[in-house]
């Protein structure tokens, strides 16, 4: 099964908004509304910073927000900020896999 | 407070066999699954494996069915994969991860896992 389709690269500005899109089939994000979203910084392990679609795990701020169209997800980052500069990965249940995750976005803040 | 500790990482040659450790603590181990997802060097997650909460129930990706074994032991609080017949493509950081089933709540930082001869 293909990893789901995600921009290599977004960034903006400080308060800026991004979004990150997330594609993939009716057999994974259309199917299921078990899209997850993993914020890595370089050399750290991954965090969990939204899961079913677009519910926060206690602690991840409110600029962090998850929806989901058809096949697509998506993640935007409200009010950019620094320390949101980070790769980011979605990941969804999939009819063979528990865990499809997509290719990977690099959020850079201008 | 969660912690997840990956060991036993290390370079192996193709073909070899490695076991890796991951040590849990701040939660009731036996009543979560738990998973491993690998990143190659430069590259994005790939889902490898996971294990019931009672260790009754396993998975795997297909690229490494038949080869990998996950197992637990619950009285250690300790999820385990074995790697058998370990290839180049092998090469990544071997990260466990706390299993909700829909999505994985707590990481590990990693254990590098490097195939070369």
């Known amino acids: 099964q293909s990893a789901l389709t995600q921009p290599r690269s977004v960034s903006g500005s400080p308060g800026q908004s991004v979004t990150i899109s997330c594609t993939g089939t009716s057999s994974d994000v259309g199917a299921y509304n078990y899209v997850s979203w993993y914020q890595q910084h370089p050399g750290k392990a991954p965090k969990l910073m939204i899961y079913?679609?677009?519910k926060r795990p206690s602690g991840v701020p409110d600029r962090f927000s998850g929806s989901k169209s058809g096949n697509t997800a998506s993640l935007t980052i409200s009010g950019l900020q620094a320390e949101d500069e980070a790769d980011y990965y979605c990941c969804s249940y999939a009819d063979t896999y528990p865990y499809l995750f997509g290719t990977g976005t690099k959020v850079t803040v201008l | 407070e969660v912690q997840l500790l990956e060991s036993g990482g290390g370079l192996v040659q193709p073909g070899g066999s490695l076991r890796l450790s991951c040590a849990a603590s701040g939660f009731t181990f036996s009543i979560y699954a738990m998973s491993w997802v690998r990143q190659a060097p430069g590259k994005g997650l790939e889902w490898v494996s996971a294990i019931s909460g009672s260790g009754g129930d396993t998975y795997y990706a297909d690229s490494v069915k038949g080869r990998f074994t996950v197992s637990r032991d619950n009285s250690k609080n300790t999820v385990f994969l074995q790697m058998n017949s370990l290839r180049a493509e092998d090469t990544a950081v071997y990260h466990c991860?706390?299993?909700?089933?829909?999505?994985?709540?707590?990481w590990g930082q990693g254990t590098l896992v490097t195939v070369s001869s």
């Open positions: 991860a706390k299993d909700r089933w829909e999505w994985l709540d707590y």
């Open positions: 079913d679609v677009s």
